[in-house]
């Protein structure tokens, strides 16, 4: 980002602290690129590592993205899942949209999209997310939560009831 994004995003959160019911939530792919101006405490509460989708997530996504896709019988979206590990949801939604492709260039008029063209499809397909990438995401992500614990959050004080120590 440059330092013009950043200092707009910090303008408008600090111009949000007195609306109530108010959540920001930013998303980002490349957590090593964040301003640590962002990661202050203050700024985001909460840091949440959403990893790659597991093989239950992966087949729910293919699920999805080839909701309104006419399959053949012979496509077992389980066994695609399968063969998708690190795969994201972009790379799945193009895994399916190459499947159809695939299925078009062959014929157009073709009625269903089979077993074969996800076959050739997985062929010229790839995760974006390699092993070492994965391992540096969580290896940050276990920075990022042993910082963020490290501070000791403002908190309210409760007055001890009769007869009772601090809570």
Known sequence: MTERVVNTILAEMDGLEELQSVVVIGATNRP??????????????ELIYVG???????????TIQTGKMPLAEDVDLDVVAG????????????????AGLTAL????????????????????????VTPELEREYEAMSARLKQDATALQPI????????GEGPR
């Not at 090593?32 to 509460?45: C, E, K, S």
């Not at 790659?52 to 293919?62: F, Y």
Request: glycine share 6%; charged share 35%; aromatic share 6%.
């Open 52 to 62: 790659v989708p597991d093989r239950a997530g992966r087949k729910r996504i293919l």
């Open 32 to 45: 090593n690129l964040i301003d640590p101006a962002l990661l202050r405490p203050g700024r985001f509460d």
């Open 155 to 162: 908190g309210f004080a409760f007055p001890p009831r009769t």
């Open 83 to 98: 063969r998708t590990d690190r795969f994201t949801g972009a790379d799945l939604e193009d895994l399916v949209r190459r």
């Open 105 to 128: 260039r062959e014929s157009m008029s073709i009625s269903e999209v089979t077993m074969a063209h996800f076959e050739t499809a997985l062929g010229d397909s790839r995760a974006s």
